[in-house]
T-cell receptor, first 115, second 114 residues
Framework: AQSVTQPDIHITVSEGASLELRCNYS??????LFWYVQSPGQGLQLLLK??????LVQGIKGFEAEFKRSQSSFNLRKPSVHWSDAAEYFCAVGPPYNQGGKLIFGQGTELSVKP | DTEVTQTPKHLVMGMTNKKSLKCEQH?????MYWYKQKAKKPPELMFVYSYEKLSINESVPSRFSPECPNSSLLNLHLHALQPEDSALYLC?????????????FGEGSRLTVL
């Protein structure tokens, strides 16, 4: 079955500290991989995506993610967290071929940032 | 212009009312989506339109009726809703084909059913 697991429901980090959010997936083939962020009361915004090629991808707002095929993981990282990064983060996978975009979302990780 | 615009931002309706949610995009995307999101949960796909034709209906109750009048507009007509339908309704758009998982979301319409 296709699924996305974000093991951490809630993470709290201090401002300026590094961040890693975990994402594991189960899929028949290598899917397209995404991280979305949702600030309170807002829609979702794409942070970064992986389709193919270099397994370390850079995104907006200083985020990066690394695709590890052997671990079926796509973890999100940021070297120094800012208070404005407090939000809900969703990992998602999508089909790796020409199809209407039916994404499978993880349950989300809520990030809190301590001053 | 990279925005997906949703109106209204907030809607309160009774169970016997008829209302509509509207979504507009001008990015030339030919796929448009409705999602429902409950608090602290991921979005749940409701409908997908591809080239103005309904391509996915995730077994949504008939009290929700989508409409895609043209390639830029997407509506969700609401009738005889239940309190459990209260949620954030998100519209999104994307290209069709490679990269269809790259969705552009609106800010949502927060619906309260009394």
């Amino acid at each position: 079955a296709q699924s996305v697991t974000q093991p951490d429901i809630h993470i709290t980090v201090s401002e300026g500290a590094s961040l890693e959010l975990r994402c594991n997936y189960s899929y028949g083939a290598t899917p397209y991989l995404f991280w979305y962020v949702q600030s309170p009361g807002q829609g979702l915004q794409l942070l970064l995506k992986y389709f193919s090629g270099d397994t370390l991808v850079q995104g907006i707002k200083g985020f990066e993610a690394e695709f590890k095929r052997s671990q079926s993981s796509f973890n999100l990282r940021k070297p120094s967290v800012h208070w404005s990064d407090a939000a809900e983060y969703f990992c998602a996978v999508g089909p790796p071929y020409n199809q209407g975009g039916k994404l499978i979302f993880g349950q989300g990780t809520e990030l809190s940032v301590k001053p | 212009d990279t925005e997906v615009t949703q109106t209204p931002k907030h809607l309160v309706m009774g169970m016997t009312n008829k209302k509509s949610l509207k979504c507009e995009q001008h990015m030339g995307h030919r796929a448009m989506y409705w999602y429902k999101q409950k608090a602290k949960k991921p979005p749940e796909l409701m409908f997908v339109y591809s080239y103005e034709k309904l391509s996915i209906n995730e077994s949504v109750p008939s009290r929700f009726s989508p409409e895609c009048p043209n390639s830029s507009l997407l509506n969700l007509h609401l009738h005889a809703l239940q309190p459990e339908d209260s949620a954030l309704y998100l519209c999104a758009s994307s290209q069709v084909g490679v990269g269809t998982g790259e969705l552009f979301f609106g800010e949502g319409s927060r619906l309260t059913v009394l």
